[in-house]
């Protein structure tokens, strides 16, 4: 997925953020933080509904963790059902950690082969900008607590 990464690096460029400083230990992963939130880049092979792969990449950012309190699941629950029809490209989803803890993750999939790095970057400026808020928002709102936050996210695996 070489011309791939270099699209991804040239989207990273147009926002005036080195690209080197966002490299993991991963291939074909990137990282970069908004505020204190982290923003994940992944790139791998996607298919369409026709069964025809090309690259995508995931923009990935892990909000909060759910509260374990039946009532304040929920709450959050109907608050994020709620906004998810403010969203354009983003959604929200639950995924379980390898703690056992379930969280909730802000994220958006895009074809690279179809859009271009200025586009692309326009959409992960946006969305850094709202993973970011939502972050905001949820830790007022469910009073998080961050002691696991360094638990790596989940793996997108084929």
């Known amino acids: 997925m070489r011309e791939e990464n270099v ?3 040239d989207i990273f460029r147009i926002l005036h953020i080195d690209p080197e400083l966002c490299v993991t230990e991963k291939e074909n992963e990137w ?4 505020g204190n939130t982290s923003i994940y880049l992944i790139v791998k092979e996607g298919k369409n509904y026709k069964a025809i792969a090309s690259p995508i990449v995931i923009f990935a950012s892990r909000l909060i963790f759910l ?3 039946r009532e304040n699941k929920a709450s959050l629950m109907l608050y994020l059902l ?7 490209h983003e959604s929200f989803s639950i995924a379980l950690e390898s703690n056992g803890a379930e969280a909730v993750y ?3 999939t895009f074809n690279l082969n179809e ?3 200025g586009y692309l970057a326009d ?3 946006n969305f850094s900008y709202y993973a970011m808020k939502y972050d905001q928002i949820l830790e007022e709102k469910m009073k ?3 002691t696991e936050k360094t638990i790596k996210p989940f793996i997108l695996e084929d």
Do not use: G, T
């Not at 709620?82 to 354009?88: A, I, P, R, T």
């Open 7 to 9: 699209k991804i690096r």
């Open 31 to 34: 990282i970069f933080h908004r």
């Open 67 to 69: 509260p374990v309190q």
């Open 82 to 88: 709620e906004q998810s029809h403010l969203l354009v």
């Open 106 to 108: 802000f994220s958006s």
């Open 115 to 117: 859009n271009s790095a």
């Open 123 to 125: 959409c992960l400026d």
């Open 144 to 146: 998080k607590d961050n």
